[in-house]
């Protein structure tokens, strides 16, 4: 029993039928747009190679330049912040004294000190006992250090031969100078309780790196006669008796340093009978602000110490990394705006070329949104590429860069990659829209009179 065309039944199944009909048709027009679009933009790829390779070319140079001075303007300050620390202390701390005679600061204080410093950021750190003493009856100044902790704050002293040890004593380059003493010389060091009756050492405000003008002890050393006199304020002045040592190295610095003796902090303790706390601690301190570090010590008054900063090592390395970063900005505007020439440039060869077809497409019903979407597509492609590839070349060129100057390793900075690309993506299309909009402009009727 065949149902009759009428059929209700029949007439719903012929409607069924059309409506799946024409979902399967839909289907292949969607996907046909697209794939045109896609085959479009590969042939203006494929067929215009050398422009391509040039905005591609200029988008890398741009991406490589941009992101090799980001990853040293990131990595070199701290890397900087680290060398200028080994030329030197930024921090020095010294005790209050109460006009009972030197007490120093205790090694509990020295421990506690470095904890508040410490707290702040990674700091290395020396302290010093000084002690006028006398060699061959002329005053000089005796510092008691550990040799690694001065070794490890001080990269920039010149030593000729060795560090301080047990018995051996290192001098500065104007005592060598003053008596003739060279690597192997014996000298006698005498000390004498009625040359140390002030409240600071004579040396005390010579350290290595300090901006003190109150360096009470600088007329002392250098082997005045006179001066040895009103300090010992008797008629031994030519008593050269005391301890001998042997000149094991001689460091020269160029600055207050080159007037001191150098001995350990054991052999100090002996020479003058006994131990007592050191005079000055230098601290070489990574803190960000080190004037917050010296407040927060200074405002504990407890702790009966005094913090002072070295204005003329931080000062430098400010002023340093501000020119860097200052140098960076100025070269990454420029960067920019050659890239944006280069790729501006080429994409108005590429619509300059393509007029004749943009004004067919148009002649045939392409809107000029629809032109302008490939062409921004096509330039978003040439930044992606040329960022990809730019960044792997900046990436090299910047640990090459670190390696050599500073000799340290670069990692990859993921998020400093990712923004990098983006902005090159971003560069391209924006240097395609002046040529996109003339191409916009065109009119059909024009172009298709001329061919």
Avoid at 101 to 124: L, W
Wanted: aromatic share 6%.
């Amino acid at each position: 029993m065949a149902g009759k065309p009428n059929d209700p039944g029949n007439r719903k199944q012929g409607n069924r039928k059309r409506q799946k009909e024409s979902v399967v048709s839909n289907k292949p027009s969607t996907m046909t747009n697209t794939k045109m679009f896609l085959v479009m933009l590969w042939g203006a790829i494929f067929r215009r190679r050398g422009r391509a390779v040039m905005a591609v070319v200029a988008s890398l140079v741009g991406a490589a330049t941009l992101f090799c001075l980001a990853a040293t303007c990131i990595a070199v300050p701290q890397q900087m912040n680290e060398e200028m620390r080994s030329y030197g202390a930024n921090l020095i701390v010294t005790p209050i004294e109460s006009g009972d005679g030197k007490t120093g600061i205790s090694t509990a204080m020295v421990n506690h000190t470095t904890d508040m410093v410490r707290a702040k950021g990674e700091a290395t750190y020396a302290t010093y006992r000084y002690e006028n003493v006398r060699v061959n009856a002329a005053p000089y100044v005796l510092a008691g250090v550990h040799t690694a902790q001065v070794r490890a704050l001080n990269h920039h002293w010149n030593v000729d031969g060795a560090w301080p040890s047990a018995g051996n004593v290192m001098v500065g380059r104007d005592v060598a100078d003053a008596m003739g003493l060279t690597v192997g010389s014996r000298i006698t060091i005498g000390y004498r309780a009625s040359d140390n009756t002030g409240t600071t050492a004579a040396g005390a405000d010579s350290t290595s790196g300090t901006d003190s003008d109150s360096a009470s002890g600088a007329d002392s050393t250098g082997g005045s006669g006179d001066s040895g006199a009103s300090a010992g304020g008797s008629g031994d002045i030519l008593d050269t008796s005391g301890t001998e040592f042997r000149v094991c190295g001689i460091v020269d610095t160029g600055g207050s340093e080159d007037e001191i003796i150098y001995a350990l902090a054991s052999d100090v303790d002996k020479l003058a009978g006994g131990t007592r706390g050191v005079d000055v601690i230098e601290y070489s301190s990574g803190a960000a602000d080190v004037s917050q570090v010296v407040q927060s010590i200074n405002d504990m008054t407890s702790m009966h110490v005094q913090a002072q900063q070295v204005t003329k090592i931080t000062s430098s390395d400010t002023r340093i990394i501000t020119m860097l970063r200052t140098l960076f900005w100025m070269v990454s505007v420029v960067v920019l705006a050659l890239t944006l020439v280069g790729v501006s440039t080429t994409i108005s060869s590429i619509v300059a070329q393509r007029r004749n077809e943009i004004g067919l497409r148009k002649a045939l019903g392409a809107s000029s949104g629809s032109i302008g979407v490939e062409f921004y597509v096509e330039s978003g492609l040439y930044g992606l590429v040329g960022g990809l590839l730019g960044t792997a070349v900046g990436y090299l060129l910047a640990r090459l860069l670190t390696s050599t100057v500073f000799g340290r390793t670069l990692g990859f900075d993921w998020p400093l990659a990712v923004g990098s690309v983006l902005l090159s993506v971003i560069v391209a299309v924006l240097a395609s829209v002046p040529p996109v909009r003339r191409a916009s402009r065109i009119d059909p009727a024009v172009v298709l009179r001329e061919e």
